[in-house]
């Protein structure tokens, strides 16, 4: 049997949760309250990373144990895993943060 790849040993996983760790500093709310949002995140990421796998390599249907050929589960999994990352993204003030940062027409309107 094929050993499962460690997500949170990856350089993605350190990278992301560094970044959002130095976001949360950088606004005053590097609390306990706060850093456990984070690693809630990033256990859905790792999650997800999984769920991606597991698609890639059995496809989207996938044979089930009387043989007929069904949706292969980890695809609505991956999509209500994304939604919770969604909800904790929001909730750590992250999609404010980018839709304040999204400035309409770039920095070419102040000619």
Request: proline share 1%; hydrophobic share 35%; glycine share 6%.
């Amino acid at each position: 049997m094929e050993q499962t790849k460690d997500w949170r040993k990856t350089k993605q996983y350190r990278e992301l949760k560094k970044s959002m760790l130095d976001n949360l500093e950088a606004r005053g709310i590097l609390e306990k309250a706060y850093t456990d949002k984070v690693d809630e995140y990033l256990d859905f990421w790792v999650r997800r990373q999984e769920l991606q796998t597991d698609v890639a390599e059995r496809g989207l249907s996938v044979m089930d144990d009387r043989g007929r050929i069904t949706e292969n589960r980890s695809v609505s999994l991956e999509i209500q895993v994304a939604r919770q990352m969604l909800a904790v993204w929001t909730a750590l003030g992250f999609k404010d943060d980018a839709a304040k940062s999204d400035v309409p027409g770039g920095m070419d309107d102040e000619l």
